[in-house]
């Protein structure tokens, strides 16, 4: 039987729900999870034992007394440490906030927290976001639970270690070029990058404003829906925020893929570990198999993803960190600074000629989008490196192989869901990525609970303690 | 690829304490983006192209 801790949102809510499992039992569980397995994880930067313990008290009253407030009541949630939480520690995984404790709270934990949701702690994270490593030199760098010699990708690395190691139910991250999708890749879970202003970035310390975006990561498709369910909405502090319908993601998740057109862009083939192409083609054999009439793309347009992405995003990132890189440089790890100063040698045409770029993208996606239902690659090309001595380059390295993948969905803002294929023969997992159209969310969840029920990861991961 | 003296120059124009050990890395990602830049010359038409850009609600209101 799978350890409580293991079970997702959506298989423990009837249990919470039909008083069957008490909240106490379940936190006190991902609790000791977390004290046994985070010495040797290090996904956690703060752990809230305290006020999640009297929370989870609070709910199982309430469930007791009949007032059941929906599927994330008493659930346990990790939050990325760069979302700002009030009155609790919110680092960016950077010297520069060590101490900053906030007087608000990011409206997306806010909602996540005012529908039952339970923090449980603040998660470790590349600094300020820029990496890909899940190497931190503050806080320590987090370990893959999968083979813990390995990196668990970044830069919401705590976020996807956390689920692997069963240390919470779900998780937040953030994505500028791939932080949730990269993570949930190398850890082996489901990451989702929705549509560019479904949910609020307001009181997320920022990385890049026009590549940000927040969103959940969670073991199974059905959790991801569930938490975007709550995290999505109209927020006017976001100047980026949508105000679109948020419809009910989590109806209809078994719809099934039969008949749906999936394209794959040329450019999504090239350049891959052999063993992530094998496993690639073999999900790909499987959807078809399910119903899904696969077609071969060419999309020109994906080159220029690289320079616009890093134009973008070290440019951004350099003039969100202009002041403090000039009067505490020595407060930033090697690999950012070198991130911002290369975003300062970049020049307002390169910029705007990566933006130009961008433009040209956004219409090819557009195009590609009249011929298919949804774009399908893998999520990176790689599984999850060893983690090597010299962390600058190594991530410099990794962010060089995987922005290239990760980034076209933000640089469109198109939703793109990274879902497990397997693993490879290093035991370490590979996943591929669905995108789609905007505000096509609920769709890329129907195919990712589709993907989810022909059980990619062939064996549990509580066999990897 | 940029000289790590004009690299260091430039930097110390804007204010930046300069770790020569940054040089380094900081050159490395300039050369991607130089080697990445090379994609846009498939596309000569590109200069036509909007750039994709924040406008931000606060003008717009004000216009």
Redesign the interface.
């Given at each position: 039987m799978t350890d409580i801790a293991f079970l997702t949102a959506t298989e423990l809510a009837p249990l919470l729900q039909t008083k069957q499992l008490s909240p106490v039992e379940l936190m006190k569980q991902v609790l000791e999870r977390i004290e046994k397995m985070d010495p040797s994880i290090n996904a956690y930067i703060t752990t809230l034992n305290e006020s999640a313990g009297k929370q989870a008290q609070e709910a199982e009253t309430a469930i007791m007394q009949g007032e059941y407030k929906g599927l994330l009541h008493g659930i346990p949630i990790g939050i990325k440490d760069n979302y700002q939480t009030k009155g609790i520690r919110t680092t960016g995984g950077s010297k520069l906030f060590r101490d900053f404790i906030p007087e608000q709270t990011a409206p997306s934990v806010d909602k996540l927290q005012a529908a039952g949701g339970i923090i449980i702690g603040k998660l470790n994270m590349n600094e300020l976001g820029a990496g890909s490593t899940g190497t931190n030199q503050l806080f320590g760098t987090t370990k893959n639970p999968w083979n813990t010699e390995h990196m668990p990708g970044g830069s919401s690395g705590g976020s996807g270690a956390a689920l692997a190691a069963g240390m919470a139910t779900l998780t937040t991250g953030t994505d500028t070029w791939g932080s949730n999708r990269i993570p949930a890749a190398m850890s082996g879970v489901y990451g989702l990058k929705p549509t560019y202003g479904l949910i609020s970035t307001y009181g997320i310390l920022p990385t890049a404003?026009?590549l940000d975006h927040a969103g959940p990561l969670a073991r199974s498709a059905s959790d991801i829906a569930l938490m975007l369910q709550y995290m999505a909405g109209y927020d006017p502090n976001d100047?980026?925020s949508l105000k679109a319908a948020v419809p009910d993601y989590t109806a209809d998740l078994n719809k099934g893929i039969n008949g749906i057109k999936i394209g794959i862009p040329t450019y999504y083939r090239e350049g891959l570990e052999p063993e992530v192409e094998k496993l690639f083609n073999k999900a790909v054999s499987t959807l078809q198999t399910m119903g899904v009439e696969i077609k071969e793309l060419v999309i020109?347009?994906l080159?220029?993803s690289?320079?616009s992405g890093?134009?973008i995003s070290?440019g951004e990132a350099a003039a969100a960190n202009y002041e403090p890189?000039?009067m505490q440089?020595?407060a930033y790890a090697?690999?950012t600074?070198?991130?911002l100063?290369?975003g300062?040698?970049?020049s307002a045409t390169?910029y705007?000629?990566a933006?130009?770029?961008?433009?040209?993208l956004?219409k090819a996606f557009q195009k590609a989008f009249d011929e298919v239902d949804i774009i399908l690659g893998p999520t990176i090309p790689i599984t999850a490196p060893a983690i090597g001595k010299n962390w600058?380059?190594q991530n410099?390295g990794v962010t060089?192989r995987c922005l290239p993948f990760a980034v076209p969905a933000n640089l469109t803002g198109i939703p793109s869901l990274s879902v497990p294929i397997g693993l490879c023969s290093n035991g370490l997992p590979a996943a591929m990525q669905f995108m789609g159209r905007h505000l096509s969310e609920k769709q890329l969840l129907q195919i990712g609970a589709a993907w989810e029920s022909t059980k990619p990861l062939s064996y549990m991961m509580d066999e990897t303690d | 690829m940029?000289e790590e003296k004009s690299?260091k120059k430039?930097?110390e124009l804007?204010?930046?304490?300069v770790?020569e050990?940054?040089i380094l890395?900081?050159q490395?990602?300039?050369a991607?983006?130089k080697q990445?830049?090379t994609?846009?010359t498939?596309?000569p038409d590109?200069?036509k192209?909007?750039?994709?850009?924040?406008v931000?609600?606060?003008v717009l209101a004000n216009d």
């Open positions: 404003w026009s100047p980026a020109p347009e080159s220029m690289t320079f890093f134009v070290a890189l000039q440089s020595a090697q690999d600074r070198a991130l100063l290369s300062t040698l970049t390169q705007m000629k933006q130009q770029a961008r433009r040209k956004v600058a380059e410099l060089a | 940029m690299i430039l930097l804007q204010g930046f304490p770790d050990t940054d890395y900081t490395g990602i300039l991607i983006v990445a830049q994609s846009l498939d596309f590109l200069y192209e909007k750039p994709i850009i924040v931000d609600k606060e």
